[in-house]
C-alpha cells in the first residue's frame, strides 16, 4: 500500500493562508484531500487525477487550490475561516469518478485551526 505523510498544518487566524503538501511513498492514479472537523463527518474537499484533471467542493472552490507534482499533492487554501478547522487527510486511490478519487489508502492527517 501507498504511505501518505501529510504536513503544513497549522494555527493561523482568520483570512490567512496554509499550503498543505501530502508525500506519497510510491505511485497514485489519484489523490484527494479530505477534512474532518470536532463532532462532524468526514467531507470531501478536493482531488487531481494522473492527467491533472481536479475537482473541488463547491464551498471551498473559490479558495482552495489543489495540484499535484507526480505523486506528491498539495493544497493552497487562501482567506481561512474558523469553519475551515479541521484535521485535513491525504487519501490515494486508483478509481476517479466524478471529480472525486475513491480512496484507498490514507494518510493521518494535519490540523488545521483557524481563529
Known amino acids: 500500500d501507498v504511505q501518505l505523510v501529510e504536513s503544513g498544518g497549522g494555527s493561523v487566524q482568520s483570512g490567512g493562508s496554509l499550503r498543505l503538501s501530502c508525500v506519497a511513498s510510491?505511485?497514485?492514479?489519484?489523490v484527494g484531500w479530505f477534512r474532518q472537523a470536532p463532532e462532524k463527518e468526514r467531507e470531501w474537499v478536493a482531488a487531481v487525477d494522473i492527467d491533472s484533471n481536479t475537482g473541488v467542493a463547491d464551498s471551498v472552490k473559490d479558495r482552495f487550490a489543489v495540484s499535484r507534482h507526480g505523486n506528491d499533492l498539495y493544497l493552497q487554501m487562501t482567506s481561512l475561516q474558523p469553519d475551515d478547522t479541521a484535521t485535513y487527510y491525504c487519501?490515494?486511490?486508483?478509481?476517479?469518478?466524478?471529480?472525486?478519487?475513491?480512496?484507498?489508502?490514507w494518510g493521518q492527517g494535519t490540523q488545521v485551526t483557524v481563529s
Open positions: 487519501a490515494a486511490g486508483r478509481k476517479w469518478e466524478g471529480s472525486h478519487c475513491v480512496p484507498d489508502n
Open positions: 510510491g505511485e497514485t492514479y489519484c
